[in-house]
């Protein structure tokens, strides 16, 4: 007896998605080591022409840099033709503010000097950032061009972006707690708290220690809300309502200064919403990300 197969029609939707993992984008110094390398994971696309771009900053708090993080969204980006480059970055207490921020800039600087290896459209490239994450995306963003810290080789690749995409971040580091109660104020006070640890460093090591309302002139010089200018990238910045680590506040803090500055600027609030829950993985999130970014980036093409 002969049995016959069943047929089944596919419609090519979807393009193969190359997986490059732990691609060196800097090496740096650190209290821990004399040389330590960065690495980057790449999402690509098969593409027969060059594709925008995502620079992808995983939060952690400070203290943790996993760029393994969020898989559901990155891989949903590279399907809707996006090379997403997830990243780690330097860390506290071993390494403080600025250094992170300057690894976000290398990250940068290095897939637009690499833009034809990885088939990158060096024009179109932009961030996401989740927590802390979205704190280091903002800075990048609102500096957007500018040479502060800015700084290793190859200045003459720009670190300019054109979009950025801020989930849950922090904003002003003094705030972090301004919509909880008066026990998590005080812990956030602290010269413990994570956001002290990446402002001050461990004294004798690598800073003065202190919470964060113990150094002014650090506390404004990691303030993204003191660089916005004319140049700063247009933002999306999404909170949920029921965060319980970063206020939701933060964030508006960042969108009203952005608007009243004449950046572009959309907020969103998740109703319901924790720190980085099963929220964040919906449909509705990662569409609402990808029209931004498609307006952004891939208007030109």
């Known amino acids: 007896m002969y049995y016959e197969s069943k047929i089944l029609n596919v419609e090519l939707k979807k393009a193969k998605i190359h997986y490059i993992p732990d691609v060196v984008y800097s090496q740096i110094m650190t209290f821990e080591k004399p040389v330590e390398l960065l690495h980057m994971d790449i999402l690509q696309p098969f593409s027969q022409k060059k594709t925008p771009a995502i620079i992808f900053i995983t939060g952690g708090g400070f203290i943790a840099a996993n760029r393994a993080r969020m898989p559901q969204l990155r891989m949903f980006l590279a399907e809707h033709g996006y090379c997403v480059a997830s990243i780690n970055y330097r860390k506290a207490p071993n390494s403080i503010f600025p250094k992170p921020i300057e690894d976000v800039k290398s990250a940068i600087r290095f897939l637009k000097s690499h833009a034809e290896n990885f088939n990158v459209d060096a024009d179109q490239i932009a961030l996401i950032g989740d927590s802390a994450g979205g704190y280091l995306t903002a800075m990048a963003a609102t500096t957007n061009g500018d040479k502060i810290f800015n700084v290793g080789e190859n200045l003459d690749q720009t670190s300019e972006i054109f979009a950025a995409v801020d989930l849950y971040g922090v904003s002003d580091l003094r705030k ?126």
């Open 176 to 301: 972090v707690s301004d919509d909880f109660d008066d026990k998590i104020k005080k812990l956030r006070a602290r010269s413990g708290a994570v956001e002290a640890l990446f402002l001050n460093g461990v004294p004798i090591f690598n800073g003065d220690g202190g919470s964060v309302f113990d150094n002014d002139k650090s506390a404004n010089e990691a303030n993204p809300l003191n660089y916005i200018n004319k140049k700063s990238a247009p933002m999306l910045l999404m909170h949920g309502s029921a965060d319980s680590l970063v206020s939701p506040s933060q964030s508006d803090l960042l969108y009203q200064a952005l608007k009243n500055a004449g950046v572009e600027a959309e907020r969103y609030i998740v109703p319901n919403a924790e720190h980085s829950d099963d929220y964040w993985i919906q449909d509705e999130v990662f569409e609402l990300i990808l029209d931004f970014l498609n307006n952004h980036l891939k208007k030109c093409s």
